[in-house]
């Protein structure tokens, strides 16, 4: 009984959002309200700790996770109200013809770039919408920005779904972002050759490896570097733009106005320059990566010659429009926070543990890949079942390693989660063919779902 009302307030969420398509903050109070009435009643936990439980989960979701994503949001949203998202767009699409060097270049340089700078679907959306508008292939379009994303989740948003698993399961930061870096090498390769497959089949593979090559060595120099040395925050920032760069060395760059490009890149530039000063801080001196974000992307807005008044309610409008995902964080949290406390989470992790024993290394990416599926989201993927994760291993290596899969696996799983195919359809003018761009994608989900199963079992195996 105590498993079957540990499952439920998950099966709700999954419910509310698969099949009653309810919207995710709708699916996520739900959940929350399901959770707080069985910790009361069944779970025996009072009305006091209850409420500290929500209240905490509520303040962490809006500090400092809401900050970095609005911030974020807010630093793309001054791209677009200066007209220099149009630079941006013009300047990526005159490098080359060839279709397999630009799905390359802008769903995974570009979307690479946009994940690290502002997740939640703009990593999907935009860089689709930019090949849609150079005669891409609508259908190819989406399945290469889908696929493109689901490696670079962990360090999205400035790097807060790593933060936030960390502060979950009470992992050291530093050491848990370089085990992430490490454990998904397998599954992040494979998605250039993937992209590649996508727009040419294997004579796209067989021709353009090298690209394949180019875009795997760049990004991953980022995160080999970046990570252990500069943290979460910008590993998918720095390899999206060296991977731009790298391209952009083997394209036809003389039709490019250098100039304008500098100009339209300013926001992300100040932002970038400001993150990485940042990280070298002391930890008694640290900053609020959102507060970073914010004051760096608004002197990115003035160089852009936009007034503090237009910068001003450009930010009320990000904030309203992102206030539903802002919403959804909070609930999500909140339930997690008094599933912990309950015990709920315990009961689901004693039952994991029974029913897959030693093997439960081969599985922890398929926890995580549900997760994603049914969130959308790498940030709430962490908070439903980061602790979960670690509370199932058998040791310290293991408990990052299987945190690090968690939030590998949420990657996976937004490749065929409902939100990421209705923002990518979208923005590809394939709205209500959802299910169909789903059907395709599945085999792409399989292949990096086996892949990330594999690297998770090989690493157990290797830590035990």
């Known amino acids: 009984m105590d498993l079957f009302l540990a499952i439920l307030p998950i099966a709700v969420l999954v419910v509310a959002l698969t099949v009653d398509k309810a919207p995710a903050w709708f699916a996520a109070l739900a959940a929350f309200a399901t959770g707080a009435v069985e910790a009361l009643f069944a779970f025996g936990l009072s009305t006091p700790e209850i ?67 502002a997740g939640f679907g703009t990593a999907v959306a935009i860089p689709c919408a930019i090949l849609v508008g150079v005669k891409f292939d609508p259908l190819k379009a989406v399945l290469c920005c889908l696929v493109a994303n689901t490696t670079p989740t962990a360090f999205g948003s400035v790097g807060v779904p790593t933060m936030v ?179 709920m989470t315990k009961t689901l992790a004693d039952t994991l543990i029974a029913a897959t024993g030693a093997s439960y290394s081969a599985v922890s990416s398929v926890v995580g890949a549900l997760a994603g599926f049914v969130t959308g989201s790498g940030t709430s993927s962490n908070v439903l079942f980061g602790a979960l994760q670690t509370s199932v291993a058998s040791s310290e290596a293991e408990r990052y390693i299987f945190a690090a899969a968690n939030v590998m696996g949420a990657g996976i799983g937004k490749m065929i989660c409902p939100q990421s195919l209705v923002l990518g359809c979208a923005a590809a003018g394939l709205a209500g063919r959802e299910s169909e761009v789903m059907g395709k994608a599945v085999r792409f989900f399989l292949i990096a779902l086996g892949a990330a199963c594999l690297a998770t079992f090989v690493a157990a195996r290797f830590a035990a």
């Open 51 to 117: 409420a500290r439980c929500t209240m905490n989960g509520a303040a962490t979701g809006l500090f400092p996770i809401g900050l970095v994503i609005v911030s974020a949001l807010f630093t793309y949203g001054i791209t677009v109200e200066s007209g220099a998202i149009g630079e941006i767009k013009g300047g990526l699409s005159s490098l080359s013809e060839d279709r397999r060097f630009m799905a390359l270049l802008i769903a995974w340089g570009f979307g690479n770039f946009m994940e690290g700078m």
């Open 165 to 343: 698993l960390a502060s979950e399961t009470a992992l050291d930061l530093g050491r848990l972002t370089t085990t992430i870096a490490l454990l998904q090498l397998l599954t992040t390769s494979l998605s250039p050759f993937l992209i590649l497959y996508i727009v040419d089949g294997w004579r796209g593979v067989r021709e353009c490896w090298r690209l394949a090559l180019v875009a795997d060595v760049a990004f991953l120099a980022s995160w080999l570097v970046v990570a252990p040395t500069l943290g979460c925050e910008l590993p998918d920032v720095i390899g999206g733009l060296l991977t731009m760069g790298a391209f952009a060395a083997m394209g036809n760059c003389r039709s490019m106005n250098l100039r304008r490009q500098l100009w339209a890149w300013q926001p992300f530039a100040y932002v970038v320059l400001a993150l990485g000063c940042a990280a070298t801080l002391p930890p008694e001196r640290k900053i609020s990566p959102g507060i970073v974000i914010l004051v760096a992307a608004t002197v990115g807005g003035l160089c852009q010659r936009l007034s503090p008044k237009r910068l001003a309610a450009l930010a009320w409008r990000t904030v309203a429009r992102y206030s539903p995902a802002l919403l959804t964080i909070c609930a999500v949290l909140a339930l997690a926070k008094v599933m912990g406390a309950a015990g």
